[in-house]
C-alpha cells in the first residue's frame, strides 16, 4: 500500500523537474513571446519626451491606473506642476525592452515616471513608489501623522505583495496559461478570495481603506480589486462571487463616481470603446 496521497485531477502527473531549469521558449501561454529569463535593454529605442515636467511612460493596466488616477487627482486639487505627458508603452509588443525605458526602469515594467523638475532628472519605478513619490511631492493623499501615515503604507504595501497571487497567480492559470490545471485555479482562486474577505472586512466599519480619508492605497488597492469587484477582470467574477463582496463593491462604485479616477482610468488605454481610450495624454482636452 502506498503513502502518497494520490495526484488531483488534471495534475500533469509525468512532469519532474530537471536537475537545473532551461528556458523553454515554446512554453505557451499568452505572453509567451515577451517573456524571457533575462534583464536589460534588448534594442536601442528612444522614447519621446513632452513639454510638462513629468513624463509617464506606461500603459492603462491596473498598475498604470493607480498612478494615472493618482495624477489626475493632484490636478483637480490645482497641483498645476502636476501635469503631465502620458506616453503609451504597449508590453505586447515589447516596448518595455527599448533602452531609453531601461534606463528608467531597469526591472522592464510599466509605469515609469521621469520627473524633469529635479536639477538632474529622477527616475521613480515601481508603481507603488511613484505613488508615494507624488504624495511625498505635493503633500497630499498620504497622511502626516505617523499612526494614520503607517496605516496608508500598510496597505499600500499590503496591495503591492497581494496584487501577484491576483494577476501572475489566479489570473494567469485562469485566462492566460495554455492548459488548465484545476490544482493551480483552485490555489490561487482560495487566496484572491481571503484577499478579497480581508478588503471586505476592512472596509465593513470604513468609509475608505484608511478611515475617513482617501488616500494613496485606496488609488493602488482600487486599480486591481476595483477591477475584481466590478470589471470582471480575467472574465471570473461570476467564478470568484465577487458580488458577495458587498463591502468591497460599495467602496470601488464610490470611487468610480470621482471625475478624476473616470480620467485616470482612460489614459493610455487602447482597447475598448472609442470614448474611453486616450492613448496619449498630454493635456486635460486628450479627455474632450
Not at 35 to 46: C, D, V, Y
Not at 164 to 183: N, R, S
Not at 216 to 242: C, Q, R, T
Amino acid at each position: 500500500m502506498s503513502d502518497e496521497a494520490p495526484a488531483p485531477p488534471n495534475y500533469p502527473a509525468d512532469y519532474t523537474p530537471a536537475p537545473v531549469w532551461e528556458w523553454n521558449t515554446a512554453n505557451g501561454g499568452k505572453f509567451a513571446n515577451i517573456n524571457r529569463p533575462t534583464s536589460g535593454a534588448q534594442r536601442e529605442k528612444k522614447l519621446p519626451v513632452g513639454e510638462h515636467p513629468l513624463q509617464l511612460y506606461s500603459l492603462g493596466t491596473p498598475n498604470g491606473v493607480k498612478v494615472t488616477v493618482m495624477l489626475e487627482e493632484l490636478l483637480a486639487l490645482g497641483h498645476s506642476g502636476a501635469e503631465y505627458d502620458a506616453w503609451l508603452i504597449n508590453i505586447g509588443d515589447g516596448d518595455q525592452f527599448g533602452s531609453d525605458f531601461v534606463a528608467i526602469n531597469p526591472n522592464s515594467k510599466i509605469p515609469a515616471l521621469l520627473d524633469h523638475s529635479t536639477e538632474t532628472p529622477t527616475r521613480v519605478f515601481e508603481s507603488a513608489a511613484i505613488l508615494f513619490y507624488l504624495a511625498e511631492k505635493f503633500g497630499e493623499f498620504l497622511p502626516s501623522d505617523p499612526s494614520a501615515r503607517a496605516e496608508c503604507m500598510s496597505w499600500l504595501m499590503w496591495q503591492m505583495g497581494s496584487a501577484p497571487y491576483l494577476g501572475g497567480g489566479f489570473g494567469h492559470f485562469y485566462a492566460y496559461a495554455p492548459f488548465k490545471i484545476e490544482y493551480c485555479i483552485d490555489r490561487f482562486a482560495m487566496e484572491v478570495k481571503r484577499q478579497m474577505d480581508v478588503l471586505d472586512q476592512n472596509l465593513a466599519n470604513r468609509r475608505y481603506l484608511c478611515g475617513d480619508d482617501y488616500t494613496i492605497a485606496d488609488m493602488a488597492v482600487y486599480s486591481w480589486y476595483g477591477a475584481v469587484a466590478l470589471h470582471n477582470i480575467y472574465n471570473a467574477a461570476e467564478f470568484l462571487d465577487v458580488t458577495s463582496y458587498t463591502n468591497v463593491v460599495r467602496w470601488a462604485n464610490e470611487l468610480e463616481e470621482r471625475p478624476a479616477v473616470q480620467r485616470g482610468r482612460r489614459v493610455n488605454r487602447p482597447w475598448g470603446p472609442e470614448e474611453d481610450r486616450v492613448p496619449e495624454r498630454h493635456s486635460a482636452s486628450d479627455f474632450d
